[in-house]
């Protein structure tokens, strides 16, 4: 296993070798997991390419890591706790032996159709056990996952399936979520109707009764694995060989593949965990993201079983049937590490302090969150009413494209400051740098947060366009990973981030480009131009904000519905505007660009100081988008 550090000392230390000697540190940290052909060097790079290479020529399999190697020890060990959306529901639990016997059928069934080394696969499914089996089989047979989020539209579906030019969708019937039943079956039918060209086969996952349409490349995932053996030989993966895509958004329209490799990831997802959550033997962990975002990769499915954990998996979300749901799950299974997002706590938070009292939650030792930015007074109620004041809480700074947690406190071990999630695990090198690129060395400054050494879990490229990787995260400091975000460190070398400063938002702890809504708005036949903002949402942490030029005089919310709606429908739920506000114009300069930074302080109502506008194209149209604001 991977080392585990145990005090501050011990994470000075680490932090020193890893920076003076990052190659001996990390080859160290390797060698711990089941390569069946050890690396011949541990580290190439060029930020520039960029092209950077971790372990070369070590030849792997992560599930291997993940399953096999545990069986001697842990086999009879729960793997996968699984907890229904319906409490009344059986909780269904898989033995690391069972899961991979499962991973293993499912690999063996993925194959009967064709799927081979290289082949990417879609998934489009909710959080049921089969999830994380379908996830670890593709990484079984070295087919490449690629998860999107089951609150995608079809259109957005669609986008990422054609992106990928995957050759296999697997996804349920339907999704139970809170009291709604989400037919995801029929989304993937209306996925291929308008693209999907290279999907050969679907294989639909029974969740509930009901009835679904059926197409002749659909299979039942039970008649998929009905009868296939519960071995299977793991296909041998150079340590640069692709594990998954996951697309996220950025800050122009289109979304982008984030591509993370086999040997690197492996090591940095087992490492961080390990250390982050300070698991113990016998400790229940539970993360309540979604395995359709890169928390649920990370910190779900690889993380937590390459270390030998017990890892919770929940299908439902934290208001149903009532507020008290999340607290009363960490009773019912006497949850020992608790990781969420600050929208979820704000959300429970409002509902009221009786929720968490009516539970007994001495388990917990830890909290976590992750996503975004925890304000103070959320910070405080986590610690108090969730944490009793005696779980340290950790504030993990990370990013799809990073693979794993960056920045955080490490509980216990080194200190935490609310809204801080305060300092570099060992191997990640920050710096903060002003708009010019000069590294700003000294305490307590403000600028844009940059890595300046390669770590093992960094997103290797964008799928299909190199050229794009480049341009986002390499260019705009030569030499640097530029993340997109601002931050702040303090006094004693503590960072907090403070968000994007980019044409990213984040809404919920998921990031939309303010370009992607803007196309979608634009799609509306009686839409002229638009522009989106965030503005600070006391739940969501921002909401999304438009501004909409139209045709017609005819600006009442059932236009306002007719923007949302096709929002839904080229997106998903998820990038609903909070706020449409009809324009006659929007501020520009002269050559044309909007003005973001006056409409943002507009849609933050915080129009005192809204600087020089003069100097706009069309100046006059400040003071009426002005009078109009929500
Ligand atoms: C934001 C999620 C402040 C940040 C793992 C980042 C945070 C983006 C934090 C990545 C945090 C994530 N404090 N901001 N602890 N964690 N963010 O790719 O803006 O979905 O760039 O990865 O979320 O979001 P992503």
């Not at 998929?224 to 793991?234: K, N, R, V, Y």
């Not at 919770?312 to 208001?319: I, L, Q």
């Not at 909070?578 to 915080?606: E, N, W, Y």
């Amino acid at each position: 296993m991977t080392t585990q550090i145990k005090s501050l000392e011990e994470y000075k230390e680490a932090y020193q070798r890893s920076v003076s000697d990052p190659e001996g540190f990390w080859k160290e940290q390797a060698e711990t997991f089941t390569w069946r052909q050890p690396f011949d060097k541990v580290l190439e790079w060029d930020f520039d390419g960029p092209d950077v290479k971790w372990f070369l020529n070590g030849k792997l399999n992560i599930t291997e890591n993940c399953l096999d190697r545990h069986i001697e020890e842990r086999g009879d060990q729960i793997a996968i706790l699984w907890e229904p959306n319906d409490p009344t529901h059986a909780v269904q639990q898989y033995t690391y032996k069972e899961l991979l016997a499962a991973v293993c059928r499912c690999a063996n069934g993925l194959k009967s159709k064709g799927i081979t080394k290289g082949d990417r696969v879609v998934f489009y499914m909710p959080m049921v056990p089969e999830l994380a089996i379908a996830v670890l089989a593709c990484a079984r047979i070295g087919a490449v996952h690629s998860v999107v989020f089951a609150g995608f539209s079809a259109q957005a579906l669609a986008d990422r399936v054609d992106d990928a030019q995957a050759k296999m969708i697997i996804c349920s019937d339907y999704n139970n979520r809170g009291s709604k039943l989400i037919p995801v079956k029929k989304i993937v039918d209306d996925a291929r109707a308008i693209g999907c060209d290279s999907v050969a086969s679907v294989i639909v996952h029974q969740n509930t009764s009901d009835e679904i349409a059926w197409t002749d490349k659909d299979t039942w995932w039970h008649d998929l694995i009905d009868g296939q053996a519960d071995s299977c030989e793991p296909e041998m993966m150079d340590s640069e060989d692709m594990l998954f895509i996951l697309y996220t958004s950025g800050s122009t329209g289109k979304p982008k593949g984030v591509v993370h490799t086999c040997g690197g990831y492996m090591v940095y997802t087992c490492y961080t965990f390990r250390n982050v959550f300070q698991y113990q033997d016998g400790d229940i962990y539970w993360c309540t993201a979604d395995i359709g975002w890169i928390t649920g990769h990370s910190y779900i499915v690889y993380g937590p079983l390459l270390a030998g954990a017990t890892s919770m998996m929940f299908e439902g979300v934290p208001t149903y049937p009532d507020a008290g749901r999340f607290w009363e799950i960490c009773e019912k299974h006497k949850v020992n590490q608790f990781y969420t997002a600050p929208t979820a706590i704000r959300a429970l938070m409002a509902r009221g302090d009786e929720w968490p009292a009516k539970y007994d939650l001495t388990s917990l030792k830890l909290l976590g969150s992750v996503g975004e930015p925890i304000n103070e007074e959320a910070w405080h109620w986590y610690n108090i009413h969730i944490g009793k004041e005696k779980s340290p809480i950790i504030d993990t700074w990370w990013q799809t494209e990073t693979g794993g947690i960056m920045i955080t406190p490490l509980p216990g071990i080194t200190d935490a400051k609310p809204t801080y999630a305060s300092y570099p695990m060992p191997g990640i090198q920050t710096c903060l740098l002003d708009s010019d690129g000069n590294e700003l060395p000294e305490k307590d400054v403000e600028g844009l947060l940059c890595i300046k050494f390669p770590w093992p879990s960094m997103v290797r490229t964008t799928y299909g366009d190199h050229e794009r990787c480049k341009l986002t995260y390499f260019s705009t400091f030569p030499g640097m990973y530029f993340t997109g975000d601002g931050a702040r460190r303090d006094a004693e070398g503590r960072i907090r981030v403070i968000g994007r400063v980019d044409d990213v938002i984040n809404v919920s702890g998921h990031r939309m480009g303010t370009a992607e809504v803007e196309n979608a708005i634009n799609e509306h036949p009686n839409v002229v131009e638009s522009a989106v903002v965030g503005y600070p949402h006391d739940i969501k942490g921002q909401g999304i904000y438009a501004y909409v030029i139209t045709q017609d005089l005819e600006t009442d919310d059932a236009f306002r519905k007719g923007i949302t709606d096709v929002v839904v429908k080229e997106i998903g739920p998820i990038a609903k505007p909070d706020k449409i506000q009809f324009v006659s114009g929007l501020p520009k300069t002269r050559s044309g660009k909007i003005m973001r930074r006056i409409l943002r302080k507009i849609a933050s109502k915080d129009t005192d100081n809204l600087g020089d506008t003069s100097t706009l194209l069309n100046p006059e149209v400040v003071e009426s988008v002005k009078s109009g604001a929500l």
